[in-house]
């Protein structure tokens, strides 16, 4: 089905340790997001991405990285992971807005625990 | 001024009845007022979304009512069924362009729905 694929479904670290989330969407979208979730909290905004190549900060990048090396994939990169990013994270992928059929596609999430 | 408030944050609805969601805004910049709903161990889905030159939109049991002078927008879920039970987000898109020209939505922190049988 189409749609966007989160990788892995489940995680846990050890404080200090690295990790990639991989996102892959299969919609030509040029737009694609990633967000953190929280009891609370709603849904904030990491980094985002408007193309191939291209990154830019969201509302809670510290201690995130990301790469769109190609324009389907958009990694989410942990460097040092610490307690406070356990999470639940959530890629998006959209169309840009000059489209009548905008919206968000968001994948299944990956959660992730860090001890 | 990108912010988007959402209330109730959790909200107990009978089967049969009305849900109402309620979001203000203060940015007049945002265009699009989406609503998402996201079951457990889910990721958002697209509900229904409206502009804010209209109004009302409506589809099936959803409706969004807008009011733009009051800077306000609702979700009403009409004959309320236990499997509506689910968090929903309001969200608002900005067509500031910044970085790059993206436009991004902005989530309100979410309501949690349940519907009694």
């Known amino acids: 089905n189409a749609g966007v694929t989160q990788t892995p479904k489940f995680r846990v670290l050890k404080t200090g340790q690295s990790m990639t989330l991989l996102c892959a969407q299969d919609m030509n979208h040029e737009y694609m997001y990633w967000y953190r ?39 989410l990169g942990l460097e040092s992971a610490a307690p406070s990013q356990t999470s639940v994270y959530f890629c998006a992928s959209s169309y840009s807005s000059r489209r009548t059929d905008y919206g968000y596609t968001f994948g299944s999430g990956t959660r992730l625990t860090v001890v | 001024q990108q912010q988007v408030k959402q209330s109730p944050q959790s909200l107990i609805v009978q089967k049969g009845g009305i849900s109402i969601i309620n979001c203000a805004y203060e940015n007049t910049a945002f265009d699009y007022f989406p609503w998402y709903q996201q079951f457990p161990g889910k990721g958002p889905a697209l509900l229904i979304a409206i502009r804010p030159d209209v109004s009302e939109k409506k589809e099936g049991r959803f409706t969004i009512s807008f009011n733009k002078s009051a800077k306000q927008f609702s979700l009403h879920i009409m004959d309320s069924q ?9 969200a608002a898109r900005t067509t500031f362009i910044t970085q790059g020209g993206s436009e991004k939505l902005v989530f309100g922190k979410g309501t949690k729905l349940t519907v009694n049988p």
């Open chain 2, 82 to 90: 236990p499997g509506d039970s689910a968090t929903y987000f309001c």
């Open chain 1, 37 to 75: 979730q929280d009891p609370g909290m709603g849904l904030r905004l990491i980094h985002y991405s408007v193309g191939e190549g291209t990154t830019a900060k969201g509302e809670v990048p510290d201690g995130y990285n990301v790469s769109r090396l190609k324009k389907q994939n958009f990694l």
